[in-house]
């Protein structure tokens, strides 16, 4: 009997990854692959809500990937990928970040375009698979693209995310506006969450040059909530530090409504970081105005800075 294909996104997983591994699971078996789609990490409450609404069963969780086939979505870096990735054959790349450090021993399809989200891609291989997309499937790519473009607000939206949106909403009978209110409700559900929460709920690992850096990212309506804990927030960053040994750590926390955000730092390289994202840290903290995106605003100038 042939392995399965497990198609996976990255640890700390947002809606994206995991509806585009929903997605492209789904198409895969189409095409008459045992597909089948996984988690790499515990559920958020938008991702949960978005699968609750559509009526989506979630992701069977897979804990070590060794010895496994996979496709990876939503990301290509070994720091993000499912616990014995570096063990596992890796037969596919479906991802919308910077090229990272994933190599494999074959030739494979490898797809990277500069869009706002994963989702946007994976409607772009239903047309060229010749393939319907569903009202379901259309759901669950639009709550994936409308997330990780903060509802077509954040600067990696480009035109073409914004034509998906609009033809996946059609499809799935979703108004783009109304929709994405409900998602940005759900993303700011902190709940009971506690400051080590905070900071690694939303996280991801780099490494730029010699240094191992964390990037986490609290994106919420109620800034306040977070930053009202700021002292326990801290002294939680400052144990991941010295647990997993990074050079740095900022914990971005990012008002959604006024499209900004506050960035809170453990760890060293203080004034590289400063000027790096042009801030002036005050207490280890500093404001970003217009800065929503991790991955536009803040990697490539931490990157060139510390590379």
């Known amino acids: 009997m042939a392995q399965p294909l497990y198609v996976i996104g990255h640890q700390q997983p947002d809606t994206d990854t995991v509806c585009s591994a929903i997605a492209y699971a789904r198409l895969k078996q189409r095409q008459g692959t045992d597909a089948v789609p996984a988690r790499a990490g515990e559920m958020n409450p938008e991702t949960q809500f978005v699968l609750d609404r559509a009526g989506v069963e979630t992701p069977s969780r897979l804990d070590d990937a060794a010895g496994e086939r996979l496709v990876l979505v939503d990301h290509n870096e070994h720091s993000q ?6 063990e596992a054959e890796i037969v596919e790349v479906v991802d919308h970040h910077r090229i990272g450090d994933v190599t494999t021993s074959d030739p494979i399809f490898f797809r990277n375009e500069p869009v706002g989200s994963t989702a946007t891609i994976l409607t772009q291989l239903y047309d060229a698979a010749d393939e319907s997309i569903d009202e379901e499937t259309a759901q669950l790519l639009l709550s994936g693209l409308l997330s ?25 009978g979703l108004d783009v506006e109304e929709y994405g209110k409900e998602l940005l409700q759900q993303k700011s559900k902190l709940g009971e969450k506690s400051p080590r929460e905070m900071v690694l709920g939303d996280f991801k690992e780099f490494e730029f040059g010699a240094h191992e850096v964390g990037i986490g990212q609290v994106e919420t309506v109620e800034p306040a909530t977070v930053l009202e804990q700021r002292e326990a927030v801290l002294a939680a960053m400052d144990d991941v530090v010295d647990e997993r040994e990074y050079a740095t750590l ?3 926390v990012t008002d959604l409504l006024e499209e900004e955000s506050t960035v809170l730092l453990a760890g060293g390289h203080e004034d590289t970081v400063g000027e790096a994202l042009d801030a002036t840290f005050t207490d280890r903290e500093a404001f970003l105005p217009g800065v929503m995106s991790r ?3 803040v990697v490539p100038p931490l990157e060139d800075a510390l590379s």
């Open 81 to 86: 990928t499912v616990s014995g990735a570096r």
């Open 148 to 172: 990780d473009t903060v509802v077509l607000r954040s600067p990696t939206t480009t035109d073409r995310d914004r034509t998906v949106a609009e033809r996946l909403a059609e499809l799935a």
């Open 250 to 252: 900022l914990l971005l």
């Open 295 to 297: 991955k536009k605003q």
